[in-house]
């Protein structure tokens, strides 16, 4: 009996790829049977695979049917069926034929492991990155091969222009400013000074086109990266001609700007209209940074208040800043920053990102009647689950991580390693605690659960860039 591994998730109905597979046996392949007998089929799984209760009927391994009288053509009289596989990797199946009653004379087929495959393909702006890619891909792809998920490396290209700190915005500042529009990924839309040529959701159309759509994951690899964002402060009414702000964001004076660090900052009073102040403000690096203004020398505000009691104006300014990132994911675009990090944290930014584009971190799985399938209405839950308010953002995994206080978050609290066994990829931050190519015991049977067919990421689809 041969092992087969069969890739479950990839688009076709032959060979190793897809979840079906035809079988024919003829009268003579099967003890005891004959023309006019009926043949009985059944699946022989493997006391290992995942438990029943994460698959409806419909996700479970079947067969079309049956015990069933075959087909005669010619000389040749045959019975044939179907198996259908579930989605779930790492299990094991093998389909017996006997003569209907007689089960202990069967014709076993090959053994069958379920597994999923994805493509990626690399981007790299600096060789240093591509060196540190490679040098670790191995490990990477060992990673999810223990959640039964093949990496496959299509391509490999240099960006379109070199960058050793690469900034990677996913939405510009004016749209950012305005809420306008759909993310626009600047870097990625093949113009001046762009880093790629993708196509993007739709835009951009002069883009390179993936193969293998929607399998197909687009990886940046980059020595460092940073993304800007606007903080916009709106004070309604205030009379604090000179006061100041906290902020915990880095500021970030842009280049692209001529290193104006405000995008906007206005004040607004009877009888003025919105009046620009950017030249008024100042800021003083520290934890946190102090955000200052000083509008004492504008011209007519300091009188307008003085005039009569009860007056006030308007103040409303938006901010650059720089957030500290390591990696992200979106849809089928993922982006890890390698060479100024040491190699265990360029590992797990690589396994956490495609780790989100594969599903992770989930917080609640349904569940199903063993017996029926049926839904059970009922969720398991993953204790190790978190969001944003501990640190990060987006879903994360704290196994082995403890909470402590922190004034940055929405909590004010965030999670850090607790100083005993190591945590998990999918930990929120980039660390040398983290095993960074082995999932932790609640990760990793999710990627063997998690349905491949049409990856969905943490913050978007699969088939959004290409
Ligand atoms: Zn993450
Ligand atoms: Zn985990």
């Not at 240099?158 to 749209?175: F, I, V």
């Not at 000074?193 to 929607?214: E, F, H, I, V, Y």
């Not at 203004?293 to 300014?317: E, K, S, V």
Request: proline share 8%.
């Amino acid at each position: 009996m041969a092992q087969v591994k069969q890739y479950v998730n990839l688009p076709g109905a032959t060979g190793v790829v897809g979840p079906t597979i035809s079988f024919r046996v003829y009268a003579n392949q099967v003890p005891n049977v004959h023309p006019g007998d009926r043949v009985d089929w059944w699946i022989e799984a493997n006391p290992a695979n995942m438990d029943l209760k994460y698959q409806s009927t419909a996700e479970r391994t079947q067969l079309a049917h049956g015990p069933l009288p075959g087909v005669t053509s010619g000389t040749n009289h045959y019975f044939d069926n179907t198996l259908t596989l579930t989605q779930i990797g790492g299990d094991k199946y093998v389909v017996k034929a006997s003569r209907d009653g007689q089960r202990a004379n069967f014709k076993p087929s090959d053994e069958y492991e379920t597994w999923r495959k994805l493509y990626y393909s690399v981007w790299w702006s600096h060789p240093e990155s591509l060196a540190m890619f490679n040098g670790v891909e191995a490990r990477w792809q060992d990673a999810f091969k223990r959640g039964f998920l093949e990496l496959e490396r299509k391509a490999t290209q240099a960006t379109l222009t070199p960058a050793y700190e690469a900034r990677l915005d996913y939405r510009s500042l004016g749209r950012q400013f305005t809420g306008a529009g759909a993310h626009d990924w600047p870097f990625m839309n093949g113009g001046p000074g762009a880093l790629m040529n993708l196509r993007n959701g739709g835009g951009n159309p002069a883009g390179a086109t993936l193969s293998d759509k929607p399998l197909h994951m687009a990886l940046l690899v980059v020595p460092d990266l940073y993304w800007t964002q606007l903080e916009r402060m709106t004070f309604d009414p205030t009379t604090t001609v000179a006061g100041s702000t906290p902020t915990y964001n880095r500021i970030f004076p842009d280049p692209q700007l001529g290193g104006q660090w405000l995008w906007t900052a206005q004040a607004s009073w009877s009888g003025a209209g919105a009046t620009d102040v950017r030249g008024y403000f100042t800021y003083t690096v520290g934890w946190p940074t102090q955000i200052n203004w000083d509008l004492r020398p504008l011209a007519g505000l300091t009188p307008y208040l003085a005039g009569a009691p009860g007056r006030n104006f308007r103040l409303d300014f938006a901010y650059i800043y720089r957030p500290p990132i390591g990696g992200f994911s979106w849809g089928n675009f993922s982006v890890a920053a390698c060479t100024n990090m040491p190699e265990n944290q360029v590992l797990q930014a690589l396994t956490h990102e495609m780790g989100h584009a594969a599903g992770q971190a989930v917080q609640q799985e349904p569940l199903y009647n063993v017996g029926t399938g049926a839904a059970l209405g009922t969720f398991e839950t993953n204790p190790n689950w978190y969001n944003d308010p501990y640190g990060g953002s987006g879903p994360h995994c704290h196994i082995n991580a403890i909470l402590t206080p922190d004034p940055t978050t929405s909590s004010r609290q965030i999670y850090i390693w607790g100083g005993g066994a190591q945590m998990c990829p999918m930990f929120y931050m980039l660390n040398n605690d983290s095993d960074p190519d082995h999932f932790c015991a609640f990760c990793l049977p999710r990627i063997k659960r998690r349905d491949l067919r049409t990856p969905t990421g943490a913050a978007g689809t699969w088939n959004d860039f290409g």
